[in-house]
T-cell receptor, first 114, second 109 residues
Framework: NAGVTQTPKFQVLKTGQSMTLQCAQDMNHNSMYWYRQDPGMGLRLIYYSASEGTTDKGEVPNGYNVSRLNKREFSLRLESAAPSQTSVYFC?????????????FGPGTRLTVL | QQPVQSPQAVILREGEDAVINCSSS?????VHWYRQKHGEAPVFLMILLKGGEQKGHDKISASFNEKKQQSSLYLTASQLSYSGTYFC??????????FGGGTRLMVKP
């Protein structure tokens, strides 16, 4: 099992460019999440998907869109990148939203917007 | 709303103990603890679901005071491998898991 995988690992964009961050999990989890982590800071939730076919906003959704393509895949799109979106992006998955089950994180995508 | 962690940073010698606290302004359903090494993804440590519940493995344990809306992580007889940033994540009646700002722990020989 690969767990949670993310592509790409690194990306440099110019202001105004768009890109999509890909995330996939092979654990048959229902819930998936996108977080951003700024240097020396905690994790802030951007969007999450409780189950296939649903998505909801987290704490910092502005400037992002998401798609839950199927049960395995959850993508994050930046339509017009801004320097304030320079961050490390983590995707995570969890068997279900509540209860005694841990959240697994992917290795992260390091994004720089110039 | 983001839970508050304290202290923000702590330096220990091998073998010393540490306590990391996590407080929320909202009623909590569960508390999660994660450790993150530099440049890596957060790794799960434990979940606490009920008030007063204590969990632990090896020399790392945690408690959850539901009434005070607080959780504490206890690291005893610290090892070099314990170094990293510790995050608590709190889940209330909503569906989101909200993380604190982190506590940076450095264990020196």
């Amino acid at each position: 099992n690969a767990g949670v995988t993310q592509t790409p690992k690194f990306q440099v964009l110019k202001t105004g460019q768009s890109m999509t961050l890909q995330c996939a999990q092979d654990m048959n989890h229902n819930s998936m999440y996108w977080y951003r982590q700024d240097p020396g800071m905690g994790l802030r939730l951007i969007y999450y998907s409780a189950s296939e076919g649903t998505t909801d906003k987290g704490e910092v959704p502005n400037g992002y869109n998401v798609s839950r393509l199927n049960k395995r895949e959850f993508s994050l799109r930046l339509e017009s990148a801004a320097p304030s979106q320079t961050s490390v992006y983590f995707c995570a998955s969890r068997a279900r939203l509540a209860g005694y089950n841990e959240q697994f994180f992917g290795p992260g995508t390091r994004l720089t917007v110039l | 709303q983001q839970p508050v962690q304290s202290p923000q940073a702590v330096i220990l010698r091998e073998g010393e103990d540490a306590v990391i606290n996590c407080s929320s302004s909202k009623a909590l359903y569960s508390v999660h603890w994660y450790r993150q090494k530099h440049g890596e993804a957060p790794v799960f440590l434990m979940i606490l679901l009920k008030g007063g519940e204590q969990k632990g493995h090896d020399k790392i344990s945690a408690s959850f005071n539901e009434k005070k809306q607080q959780s504490s992580l206890y690291l005893t007889a610290s090892q070099l491998s314990y170094s990293g940033t510790y995050f608590c994540g709190t889940q209330n009646a909503g569906n989101m898991l909200t993380f604190g700002g982190g506590t940076r722990l450095m264990v020196k020989p």
